[in-house]
């Protein structure tokens, strides 16, 4: 005999309808916190991007490729450096200008004393086309310069122009500049000034090396310049 079903009393709810009810929102909730916690992080997706470039090896193509050009680069300042030196000689300037190849870049030791007058700061005539042909090369160079004057030990003349041999100094290496970039037309932007008086002898202090630390050095720097 079948047991009559019981009708649910009226008004009610039958209790299958509130499990239901609450299953729902459960997974409601569930649902809102995996969208709110899949904001994208991007230094784990940079940092994972990195190790598949480091499973594929094209981090070692492109770290291999920035050692070629950084060697075609210094091949590059090397083959100027010689360009410099070919100036120097066809100049028949080699016993006053030494040119070297150092960390800091291409280092031109001009001597003084065929650059200026004594207590003077004014470049001489004879040197003007050595500038010159200078400033043509490095009007096609994308490197910054820097000009350095140095002095002696001797002072200045009294009735001179500079009252010691920082100012002196200075306007020579000051000279240099105006001569590479008012007359040979290189970016002034690129240029740098400055005088160290007596204070860096290359050599001891004598009569005889005078002549050697009396010199302004010009040096075209490793370092590129952006206009």
Request: no cysteine; proline share 6%; net charge neutral.
């Amino acid at each position: 005999m079948a047991v009559p079903r019981k009708k649910p009393e009226e008004g009610g709810v039958d209790e299958w309808i509130v499990t239901y009810g609450d299953m729902v929102t459960l997974l409601l909730t569930f649902f809102i916190l995996i969208v709110a916690m899949s904001t994208p992080d991007k230094k784990k997706i940079e940092q994972a991007m990195k190790s598949i470039q480091g499973a594929l090896g094209t981090a070692g193509v492109s770290a291999e490729m920035a050692m070629l050009s950084e060697k075609k680069s210094e091949a590059s300042f090397q083959n100027l450096g010689s360009q410099v030196k070919n100036l120097v000689l066809e100049g028949n300037l080699q016993d006053v200008v030494d040119v070297k190849i150092t960390e800091r870049g291409i280092v031109l030791n001009m001597t003084g004393g065929v650059l200026f007058r004594a207590g003077s700061a004014a470049v001489e005539r004879g040197f003007m086309p050595f500038l010159m042909e200078l400033a043509q090369m490095l009007k096609k160079l994308p490197y910054k310069v820097m000009v350095e004057g140095h002095t002696d030990d001797s002072p200045p003349p009294r009735q001179g122009a500079y009252p010691s041999n920082w100012e002196l100094s200075a306007a020579r290496a000051a000279s240099i500049v105006r001569v590479l970039t008012r007359e040979g037309g290189v970016e002034p932007e690129r240029f740098s000034a400055t005088g160290y008086g007596e204070f860096r002898p290359l050599f001891a202090a004598t009569p005889e090396n005078r002549p050697k630390n009396r010199r302004v050095e010009v040096i075209i720097s490793r370092e590129g310049f952006s206009g």
